[in-house]
């Protein structure tokens, strides 16, 4: 069975960092490529940060030079270490494989994790 757990979110001050984490089980991070997606309140999922099977990284340009992605394939963990938090940061955030999962037609989401950025 596919589960995908985020956690490390929290309410943070402007400027602050928070490192997520997503550890995944029925599914192998080293076979796909993986990434960290965002919904702010009223807004779209976007994707923020992803990894390549090959390594390569790839941002959204509203965090590059913020954020960095990493995994460890062992552990079959995702992690978002996120630095200088601005206000828009704030969002639920997920990780999937880049594009998303699919069970049975549907797109499969863990729960997220809650990050609030106070100005």
């Known amino acids: 069975q596919v589960q995908l757990v985020e956690s490390g979110g929290g309410l943070v001050q402007t400027g602050g960092s928070l490192r997520l984490s997503c550890e995944g089980s029925g599914m192998r991070f080293n076979l796909n490529d993986m990434g960290w997606y965002r919904q702010g309140p009223g807004q779209q999922r976007e994707l923020v940060a992803s990894i390549t099977v090959g390594g390569t990284l790839v941002y959204a340009d509203s965090v590059k030079g913020r954020f960095t992605i990493s995994k460890n394939n062992f552990r079959n963990t995702l992690y978002l270490q996120m630095n200088s938090l601005k206000p828009d940061d704030t969002a639920v955030y997920y990780c999937?494989?880049?594009?998303?999962?699919?069970?049975?037609?549907?797109?499969?989401w863990g729960q997220g994790t809650q990050v609030t950025v106070s100005s």
């Open positions: 999937n494989e880049v594009p998303a999962l699919k069970i049975e037609s549907h797109e499969y």
